[in-house]
């Protein structure tokens, strides 16, 4: 069962920045393909950035690409998301994912983050 915490969230004013990190348990970890999706009131969860088993390969929604940056270390079990630039319109709950099998996905609880204008 693979288990995902999320960190680093919080209140940053619009031209800001933040990292999330998304720890993951599991020694299977650096066989999973990730992400992050998020939330924002009101509104239907929506895809961010995506990143493959090795860190090769990387996938953004047009409305972050440019600004945000998706990495992972295997070693210590830990995707991240970099985000640079941010615009109020990025306030949202922010979710980590691992794509464990073809047909289950696991998710983090979730992390706030808020852009003041």
């Known amino acids: 069962q693979v288990q995902l915490v999320e960190s680093g969230g919080g209140l940053v004013q619009a031209g800001g920045s933040l990292r999330l990190s998304c720890a993951a348990s599991g020694r299977t970890f650096s066989t999973y393909p990730m992400g992050w999706f998020r939330q924002a009131p009101g509104k239907e969860r929506e895809f961010v950035a995506r990143?493959?088993?090795?860190?090769?390969?990387?996938y953004y929604a047009d409305s972050v690409k440019g600004r945000f940056t998706i990495s992972r270390d295997n070693a210590k079990n830990t995707v991240y998301l970099q985000m640079n630039s941010l615009k109020p319109e990025d306030t949202a709950v922010y979710y980590c994912y691992a794509d464990v099998s073809g047909s289950v996905r696991a998710w983090g609880q979730g992390i706030q983050v808020t852009v003041s204008s």
């Open positions: 990143i493959n088993w090795s860190g090769g390969s990387t």
